[in-house]
């Protein structure tokens, strides 16, 4: 089962309006990762938040965690046509290593100009 | 800076068929490299990953290999290709480390016919 997914699966929004993506795990983890996947392209890393951690911040972007409910949130500020994306969140659990990084299914965000 | 080189971008291949997918990393030395399938709409499922040359951890038993010949080339191959096989593959790397994000090349959608 996965242990990081995304809510909404999609989610359309008017330019200049803030999105809000949220991601629920199951299992506890060392850190969250935030990214974004253009149609037919790699993903890029947003942000990573440690489990120690309850808020960051990079230009438009921030991410919250809780780890008393299992979850996080992504929003996004003063949203573009640009940033129309699939958004996944991916968790390395707290005895894991790198290699396992466990992705949800994806926001699929809509940005309307 | 780094980057990251993944070839063909896409790839029709008949039943039966041997595979052959490239990635390479330039601008750092001894990264992770790692090997992901994505299914339409769905998630990341890592398929194989490397530490070091000739050094590979299957994640997912199937009818893939992969392989590491130098420090920052990764291949995936399969002798006879199923039509299960088709799907979009992403190549990555990262530092050591759980807290290093990963950094994706764009990927190749191969379909099987």
């Known amino acids: 089962s996965q242990q990081g997914e995304e809510d909404p699966q999609a989610l359309s929004i008017q330019e200049g309006e803030n999105a809000t993506m949220n991601c629920s795990y199951k299992?506890?983890?060392?850190?969250l990762q935030w990214y974004r996947q253009n149609s037919g392209r790699g993903l890029v890393h947003l942000i990573l938040i440690r489990s120690n951690e309850r808020e960051k911040h990079s230009g438009r972007l921030r991410v919250t965690l809780d780890t008393s409910k299992k979850s996080s949130s992504l929003l996004i500020t003063a949203s573009r046509a640009a940033d129309t994306a699939s958004y996944f969140c991916a968790t390395v659990l707290l005895s894991g290593s790198a290699r396992q990084l466990t992705f949800g299914s994806g926001t699929q965000l809509t940005v309307l100009p | 800076s780094q980057t990251i080189h993944q070839w063909p971008a896409t790839l029709v291949q008949p039943v039966g068929s041997p595979l052959s997918l490239e990635c390479t990393v330039e601008g750092t030395s001894n990264p992770n490299l790692y090997w992901y399938r994505q299914a339409a709409g769905r998630g990341l499922q890592l398929l194989f990953y490397?530490?070091?040359?000739?050094?590979i951890s299957s994640e997912v038993p199937q009818n893939l290999s992969a392989s590491r010949p130098q420090d920052r080339q990764f291949i995936l191959s399969s002798k006879k290709l199923l039509l299960s096989d088709s799907g979009f593959y992403l190549c990555?790397?990262?530092?050591?480390?759980?807290?290093?994000?990963?950094?994706f090349g764009n990927g190749t959608r191969l379909t099987v016919t």
């Open positions: 490397s530490v070091g040359i000739g050094q």
């Open positions: 299992t506890s983890i060392n850190n």
């Open positions: 990555a790397w990262s530092e050591m480390g759980r807290n290093s994000p990963l950094h």
